[in-house]
């Protein structure tokens, strides 16, 4: 599996875009990238994933570069209940048979919502 | 359309004994995965079960088993419980296959500590 890097830590203004970096330089050909986040005590939430495209869904934005090296995942008003680990994961898709959906999930990146 | 659940949500155990956790996939769901995440770490992957048949490990010894049931259930048994055993065990169903999706949905966790 690729490894990511994550910064550690990042803090954001209630109600600002939150943008999360996320480097994958080693991401193969069918990989996609993936986010998570766990708020305190909870399981991992799923975000959203991408192969090459932009995506967008009801909670975040992902950008990926052209090269697929790095990709940012955007939350475009963040409120205090954004307050979470945030996991970049690049993984095969869970298609069962001989590829399966495993997650590698590594620190994570630690976003903390101001008022 | 029902979560994924998992009981206990707590459970103390001695080191040596053996210990039981239970999952309950989404419905719908033909996949569930096996995570363990120690205090101040990601999730660490343990293995997935597909159909009833295990689809891919991680590196935990062979004291951790599971299976799944014809409904989709699992259970993970641990043998032997060390201290390092200790963690949140974090079961997540998805739907594998060739009409599979990408996103998993993780169960709220059962906290374990061996003592």
């Known amino acids: 599996d690729a490894k990511t890097t994550q910064p550690p830590s990042m803090d954001c203004a209630e109600g600002r875009a939150a943008n999360l970096p996320c480097n994958h330089s080693t991401i193969s050909g069918n990989e996609y990238v993936y986010w998570y986040r766990q708020i305190h005590s909870q399981g991992p939430q799923y975000i959203i994933h991408?192969?090459?495209n932009n995506e967008t869904n009801e909670m975040a934005s992902l950008i990926i570069t052209e090269d697929r090296k790095s990709s940012t995942l955007i939350l475009p008003h963040a409120t205090l209940r954004d307050t979470a680990v945030y996991y970049c994961i690049v993984s095969l898709p869970n298609a069962g048979g001989t590829s399966y959906g495993k997650l590698t999930f590594g620190q994570g990146t630690i976003l903390t919502v101001h008022p | 359309e029902t979560g994924v659940t998992q009981s206990p949500t707590h459970l103390i155990k001695t080191r040596g004994q053996q210990v039981t956790l239970r999952c309950s996939s989404q419905?719908?769901?033909?996949?569930v995965s096996w995570y363990q995440q120690a205090l101040g770490q990601g999730p660490q992957f343990i293995f997935q079960?597909?159909?009833?048949?295990?689809?891919g490990r991680g590196n935990f010894p062979p004291r951790f088993s599971g299976l799944q049931f014809p409904n989709y259930s699992s259970e993970l048994n641990v043998n032997a419980l060390e201290l390092d055993d200790s963690a949140l065990y974090l079961c997540?169903?998805?739907?594998?296959?060739?009409?599979?999706?990408?996103?998993?949905?993780f169960g709220p966790g059962t906290r374990l500590t061996v003592t």
């Open positions: 991408g192969l090459k």
């Open positions: 079960y597909y159909r009833e048949e295990e689809n």
């Open positions: 419905s719908g769901h033909n996949t």
């Open positions: 997540a169903s998805s739907l594998g296959g060739l009409a599979g999706s990408y996103e998993q949905y």
